[in-house]
């Protein structure tokens, strides 16, 4: 059987593994070239890449320089032998060797471990390598908040917040520092609970507007709670009152 070199319109909404042969292809022509650490050895110098031109079998089926197969239309060929050959079989073995890319890919591949997730994102492995969240149906979300709630010191089945009001913030007054500090760690945005919370600044009485007079971030970094305010429109004084009133977790 002869290789394909255009697959039809039915497969971008079908479920496919399209592979191209690029033997003979200039290594400067490859997203596979350089030193890349996912690549094990003796693979992972560039020109290795190089292979000869010729016909590659996969599955006893070649695919002849240039052209692409979509493996998933060949007799008997399943996911789960794309799968196993994909990590630890021929086609793993062709991917490091240079001799075939990735064309386009939408099979589950969610059994693959952390390792092997990131050595699937180097050879332009994207769809079907994890869950997203535009994936998840609303009974995923509505199952971990009720695993949050049920496991919260509050009990209950219910979050439980606690709010502070009019609470100084934490910063030098010195017509320099704009960078100030809250005592807790506040709720910003929407909660897996579904309420939704935001930080109230006040400057000498006047309520500031976020993006416009101050901004908010963490200062340990991504995740680990918000706890900062940034003013932006204003640099306060020895004289200045700064309050804020926001909401944490009880």
Known sequence: MSSESEFGYSLKYNTHFIVRNITGTPASMLHLQGDNPAIPEPYRSAIHYLSPKKAVSIFNYPINPGQTRDLLQIPGIQ????????????????????????????????????????????????????????????????????????????????????????????????????????????????????????????????????GIDYTISESSGPGTGYDTINMISLTPVGHSLLFATYAITA
């Open 79 to 210: 996911e789960s032998d794309i799968r196993a050959s994909l990590l630890k079989g021929v086609i793993r073995h062709k991917l490091l060797c240079g001799d075939i890319e990735l064309v386009s890919s939408n099979i589950d591949l969610l059994q693959a471990s952390p390792e092997q997730r990131d050595w699937l994102h180097s050879f332009g492995f994207d769809d079907g390598v994890m869950v997203k969240c535009d994936q998840l149906h609303e009974d995923v979300f509505t199952c971990i908040d009720g695993y949050i709630t049920a496991n919260h010191p509050g009990g209950g089945g219910t979050l439980y917040y606690l709010w502070r009001q009019e609470i100084p913030l934490i910063g030098l007054r010195n017509g320099i520092n704009r960078t100030f500090f809250t005592p807790d760690k506040f709720l910003n945005g929407l909660t897996l609970a579904g309420d939704r919370f935001h930080i109230q600044i006040k400057h000498n009485g006047k309520d500031l507007y976020e």
